[in-house]
């Protein structure tokens, strides 16, 4: 069983940074594609970023790309979702979630997905 543990979150001001962190366990990172998507108060789910498995590449959201980057360690069976340049419209949960069988076209959808984490509260303020 794959398990997701999202940390790094808090709370920020405008124009601040922050990183988060998604601890894998129970799966490589060369076997299951992850993805970041986010969910603000009153709003439905939606897509972040993901970083594919193995040696795919990275992809971003446009409304989060040239702000935030999605990255990986392998050795840690660790992503990162690098957030700079925050603004009050990225308040969320976010969360992290892990997919086996992803194809590039599916890659936003949270119905690829099959693991999901608790979440993690990100809050920007003025």
């Known amino acids: 069983q794959v398990q997701l543990v999202e940390s790094g979150g808090g709370s920020v001001q405008v124009g601040g940074s922050l990183r988060l962190s998604c601890a894998v366990s129970g799966g490589s990172l060369s076997t299951y594609t992850i993805g970041w998507f986010r969910q603000a108060p009153g709003k439905g789910r939606e897509y972040v970023a993901a970083?594919?498995?193995?040696?795919?590449?990275?992809y971003h959201a446009n409304s989060v790309k040239g702000r935030f980057t999605a990255s990986k360690d392998n050795a840690k069976n660790t992503v990162y979702l690098q957030m700079d340049s925050l603004d009050s419209g990225d308040t969320a949960v976010y969360y992290c979630a892990a997919g086996a069988r992803i194809i590039l076209s599916s890659i936003a959808r949270e119905d690829a997905y099959d693991y999901w984490g608790q979440g993690t509260q990100v809050t920007v303020s003025s």
């Open positions: 970083v594919r498995r193995g040696g795919g590449g990275t």
